[in-house]
């Protein structure tokens, strides 16, 4: 199943519970244990400046959007193996359309 348009405010809570721990998503907000996210629609992997990504991260070579963020999301080290990211996933469809759905807002 591809992404489909999801709930803003469930993906803020989301992101508030799941992912604000180790990332942050103002432009000029500092990286953390994960990088920065601002602008991450329409980037390639492994690109935000001033942060340690691994091999794998870098040479995976996608760009960011809709539909590699919510594959990603379900299993981030099945879909890059050797990311450093510890995050074990969305299992559930619905989460990681609400959470892109605010990533999008919330990143532009």
């Not at 992912?19 to 980037?43: D, M, S, W, Y």
């Not at 193996?81 to 959470?99: E, S, V």
Request: net charge positive; with cysteine; charged share 25%.
């Amino acid at each position: 199943m591809p992404f489909a348009p999801g709930d803003s405010s469930k993906g803020a809570s989301l992101f508030k519970t799941r992912c604000a721990q180790c990332h942050t998503t103002g432009a000029g907000e500092p990286n953390k244990v994960g990088p920065n996210l601002h602008g991450i629609f329409g980037r390639k992997t492994g690109q935000v400046d001033g942060f340690q990504y691994t091999a794998a991260n870098v040479n995976k070579g996608i760009t960011w959007d809709d539909n590699t963020l919510f594959e990603y999301l379900e299993n981030p080290k099945k879909y890059i193996p050797g990311t450093k990211m510890a995050f074990a996933g969305l299992k559930k469809d619905k989460d990681r359309n609400d959470l892109i759905t605010w990533l999008k807002e919330a990143t532009a």
